[in-house]
């Protein structure tokens, strides 16, 4: 089983961000799919997530700012963030919804976004 988030950095606040999230066809295929992020010293929250036939969904926080987007033929799924700001730092994570949780809670591998004031 792969989940695996790529694309994360430092950012100053305003600035871009693409993530990038190769998964297993297991998880990925025919389910819906998003984005969570886990800040720290907070509950992982789901911010984006995005059906097989590609209607999306979004936060309120993050309507209007981030695009969720996926290749099915890849199992890629894709978040372009815009307009970041700082209180967004976060690890960022992509899974189905409702999520794969592997043995001891496993995640996948996230991806660090630092949003610099």
């Known amino acids: 089983v792969q989940l695996q988030a790529s694309g994360g950095g430092l950012v100053q606040a305003g600035g871009s961000l693409r993530l990038s999230c190769a998964a297993s066809g297991s998880i990925f295929s025919n389910n819906r799919m998003g984005w969570y992020r886990q800040a720290p010293g907070k509950q992982r929250e789901l911010v984006a997530s995005?059906?097989?036939?590609?209607?999306?969904n979004y936060a309120d926080s993050v309507r209007g700012r981030f695009t969720i987007s996926r290749d099915n033929a890849k199992n890629t799924v894709y978040l372009q963030m815009n307009s970041l700001k700082p209180e967004e730092t976060a690890v960022y994570y992509c899974?189905?919804?409702?999520?794969?949780?592997?043995?001891?809670?496993?995640w996948g591998q996230g991806t660090l976004v630092t949003v610099s004031s």
């Open positions: 995005i059906t097989s036939g590609g209607i999306a």
């Open positions: 899974n189905a919804v409702p999520p794969w949780v592997g043995i001891s809670g496993y």
